[in-house]
C-alpha cells in the first residue's frame, strides 16, 4: 500500500522522539529518493553550553533511509522488512544553530539493492548523512547501515 508523502511527512514530524526534540522533515521529493530535515535549535534540545545535544543530532540520522526504501520498494509493489542495522556518528563542531541534513539515494543504488535482493534475498547498504548549521559548518557526520530483507524470505530464513 502506497502512503501519500503529505501523509509520510505528516506522521514523521508528530512522531514524539522527532516532535520533543525538534526535528522536522521538511521536504520528500516525489519518489522518496530525497528527504530534507531540519533540526531547530531550541530549549528542549539545548545543553549547558546552548548548543545542540549530541543524542538530538543522532535521532535525526535515524528514521530517514529505511523509510525512504520502504516507499522506494512499495511503489514497486515490492513488500520488505526495513531496519536501520547500524549508525555511527562523528561530531565535529559544537552545534550552535539550527541545522540541516540532505538524505539521498541514487539510483544505482535502488538498482543494486534490486539485484541484491533478487539474488541472495537481503541487502545491506551504508549510507552518510551531513548536520550542517546555518553558518555552513558540518557539525556532525553519520553512517547508517540500512539492512533490507524479502518479507516472502521469512519462510526460508528461519524467522
Known amino acids: 500500500m502506497q502512503i501519500p508523502k503529505y501523509?509520510?511527512?505528516f506522521v514523521l514530524n508528530i512522531f514524539p522522539p522527532l516532535l520533543f526534540n525538534r526535528i522536522v522533515l521538511k521536504e520528500i521529493s516525489?519518489?522518496?529518493m530525497q528527504m530534507r530535515v531540519v533540526i531547530r535549535r531550541a530549549l528542549f534540545?539545548?545543553?549547558f553550553h546552548k548548543t545542540i545535544f549530541g543524542g538530538?543530532?543522532?535521532s535525526a540520522c535515524d528514521p530517514?533511509?529505511?523509510t525512504m526504501y520502504y516507499h522506494i520498494f512499495a511503489k514497486k509493489n515490492r513488500k520488505l522488512i526495513i531496519w536501520l542495522k547500524s549508525a555511527e556518528i562523528q561530531y565535529l563542531r559544537p552545534a550552535d544553530t539550527s541545522l540541516k541534513l540532505h538524505f539521498k539515494i541514487t539510483?544505482?543504488?535502488?538498482?543494486l539493492a534490486e539485484k541484491t535482493l533478487n539474488e541472495?534475498?537481503?541487502f545491506e547498504i551504508w549510507h552518510d548523512v551531513e548536520a550542517i548549521s546555518k553558518k555552513g559548518i558540518v557539525c556532525a557526520k553519520a553512517?547508517?547501515?540500512v539492512y533490507l530483507r524479502d518479507d516472502k524470505q521469512k519462510e526460508k530464513l528461519g524467522f
Open 64 to 66: 530517514y533511509f529505511p
Open 56 to 58: 538530538t543530532i543522532f
Open 45 to 47: 534540545n539545548i545543553n
Open 30 to 32: 516525489d519518489d522518496f
Open 7 to 9: 501523509a509520510v511527512q
Open 120 to 122: 541472495k534475498g537481503k
Open 107 to 111: 539510483e544505482k543504488e535502488i538498482q
Open 143 to 145: 553512517k547508517m547501515l
